[in-house]
């Protein structure tokens, strides 16, 4: 059946869950600081950051599990919290996945997804269960107990309990964490299905970039309590907003470079920039991914193989250039070059981004 399931119609940019100047102290630390953000009806959102820098300390304060500080948060229009009013979490018609699950355990399967519906007909409950178990591929696990279930099951639980009263906002606390590398990929993906064909609008916290990237329509990159940049998977990678983005989400390297009109000239050639080069002088570092280089061996090429990882299907190369500057290429690895094989380089950039020259250069 979930194989049928196909995207729900969405109505693409309603805004839903509108956060503003959003603020939360903690006595020693300020988690959040005047985080804007508007997260659109059917919408696959993900808040993105290393640890620590507020992405559980925002969903809590979306699904009403903590007070803010400043500021407020609107779903569907409606207040549901600012300093001086607080809805409730029952109200406010969010549901809530934890890293942990956080099931139950003294409840059968069943008993876990029909927490929520508590007060409607048995008949209701019952058929809403069986649904649900089925929507999540657990048909026939009602009656056993978390600890008879995987991990990848207890989690198949938990979003179905999470859907049970039918939430129009769903929030994800890194769920997906706690499993092996292989399952997490497939309940990445059937959850993701389950989700667009509810059409809930879904806020995913991860620090994981691939999980951010392959889930969401827009990601949020988080910095200490500030959104850094708002954008597609897409422009994250390709035009990062800043230093801290480009790191994150991949291998940056950076050449010295000037900008001279709209023209980026390095060592390794000349490029188009991309967008305003937003810098008070014409000295720039040009931010390089690995897979924009090239390399073939040359015994005239300016550059040198230090180090080779296999990862698999692709190989990263260490390139150290004969200027002193260092960078890497990504490249297929059925044809493995090895350390200490000179290479010419190419650089084929589609998107030229700069920043200011680090003075760390
Ligand atoms: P992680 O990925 O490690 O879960 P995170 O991005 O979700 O991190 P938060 O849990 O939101 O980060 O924490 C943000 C900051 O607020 C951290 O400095 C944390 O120590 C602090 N913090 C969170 N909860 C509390 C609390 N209840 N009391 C005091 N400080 C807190």
Redesign the pocket.
Known sequence: MREQLCPAVRAAGEPHVQLSGLGKR?P??T?LQDLTLTVHRGEFFSLL?P???????TLRLVAGLDCLSAGTIIIDDVLVSSPTYFMPPEKRGVGIVFQDYALFPHMTVFENVAFGLYGRPKAVIAKRVGELLTLVGLTTAGQKYPHEMSGGQKQRVALARALAPEPKVMLLDEPFSNLDAELRGALRSETKQILRYIGTTVIL?T?DQEEAFSLSDRVGLLNEGKLEQVDTPYNIYHHPASRFVADFVGRADYLPARVEGGTVISALGNFTLSGPAQCADNSVDLLIRPDDVAIAADTFGTAIISDVRFLGAHALYTLHLDDGSVLHSQGLSAHLLPVCTRVVVTVNMRHTVVFPRSPLA
Do not use: I, L, Q
């Open positions: 903690y020693d630390v988690a950051g640890s620590g820098c507020g992405k559980t300390t916290v620090h």
